[in-house]
């Protein structure tokens, strides 16, 4: 273990996400475990920049495994992006005497910490939160468990109003550009069709498939569409369809941000734990400038290189699910 980090920072950035809070728990009593001070900077990259820090103990995390959002809060910071920005939020560390950093967030924040390793060398390791599990180098983000199943859950509760009125429901969820939450709430949820970006689907294919002679007598469906798609928003297909046919009795439901609230599941309190753990681990053991991730089960570190700007990959196992049972 490196004897020559003393006091690791906090922070959280970004979107918040179910599992943050258990991440920020980890870091900080892992610090504490290995004889480190720790310390909360308040507010993301905006905090560090106007000196917002606190010192963390282990009873000050106490409490906060089951919540949702971040005790730390989390702000866009426009000044960041500056070097100047970046000089005073470096300042500010250094004043504190903080000489490692550990985010919780996602590809702004790694973008943000890896500035700082390249401009003034300041050890610094990442763990991916995001509800959209939409970042390379890992197979689960923390949030991402959490969202789904909340997607889960209210589209289930949309199916027995769906059933009951005969009505064929578009149903939009969050992901930004990734149809991760899409693809696997749809096949959770039994949905029609599941229209994701990375998928090549034009409305046409999907019209066709609505009404195909397997469908056409079928009168309620959900169609579930992540909210990055590239053919339209849900209400922009609902309009479409109804344009094209009086067959469907037609409704919207835009879920929205109820996506990245609420408890997390225990799979995000575990991972956001093991996490937080691996973080605080690795910068002792010398890791600097990376992501920790997951991958088959176990802890793997990624040079941030390796993991900014990628995408994470749809696994097209489960888009030929999705399509084989959507009949």
């Known amino acids: 273990m490196s004897s020559t980090i003393q006091r690791i920072g906090v922070f959280t950035s970004g979107g918040d996400a179910p599992g943050m809070n258990a991440a920020i728990r980890a870091a900080v009593r892992a610090g504490i475990y290995y004889k480190k001070d720790v310390f909360g900077i308040m507010q993301g990259y905006e905090g560090m920049i106007s000196g917002d820090v606190v010192k963390l103990g282990a009873r000050s995390v106490g ?11 989390t702000a866009r910071s426009e000044e960041f992006k500056t070097p100047e920005g970046r000089k005073k939020a470096y300042d500010n560390l250094r004043k504190e005497g903080i000489d490692a950093l550990i985010a919780i967030g996602g590809d702004g924040t790694f973008t943000g910490l890896h500035k700082l390793y390249q401009e003034f060398k300041m050890p610094c390791v990442c763990v991916p939160g995001t509800i959209d599990n939409d970042i390379a180098g890992t197979d689960y983000t923390i949030g991402f468990d959490t969202a ?20 064929l429901f578009f149903i939009e969820v969050m992901g930004r550009n990734s ?3 899409a693809l696997n709430s749809g096949i959770a949820g039994g949905a029609g069709a599941i229209i994701i970006p990375e998928d090549g689907m034009s409305f046409d294919d999907l019209y066709a498939q609505l009404t195909s002679d397997e469908r056409i007598t079928k009168k309620s469906n959900l169609v579930v569409i992540a909210e990055g798609s590239k053919i339209g928003g849900a ?3 609902a309009r479409k369809v109804a344009e094209r046919s009086s067959y469907f009795d037609i409704k919207v439901t835009i879920l929205g941000h109820l996506q990245r609230g609420g408890a997390p599941t225990y799979f995000d309190r575990v991972l956001a734990s093991k996490m937080g753990l691996a973080a605080v681990e690795g910068l002792l053991n010398g890791v600097v400038d990376s ?5 088959h089960n176990k802890i793997i570190f990624n040079q941030f290189d390796s ?10 196992e489960m888009m030929r699910i999705a399509k084989i049972l959507s009949i």
Do not use: C
């Not at 993991?307 to 097209?316: A, L, W, Y």
């Open 307 to 316: 993991v900014m700007n990628r995408p994470h990959e749809i696994d097209s």
């Open 235 to 237: 209400n922009d297909l």
């Open 148 to 167: 789904t199943n909340t997607a889960v859950e209210a589209i289930d509760k949309i199916r027995d109003t769906a059933m009951s009125h005969n009505r």
């Open 179 to 181: 149809g991760y939450i």
């Open 63 to 73: 409490n906060i495994l089951q919540r949702g959002g971040t005790v730390l809060k």
């Open 291 to 295: 992501m920790v991730g997951i991958r």
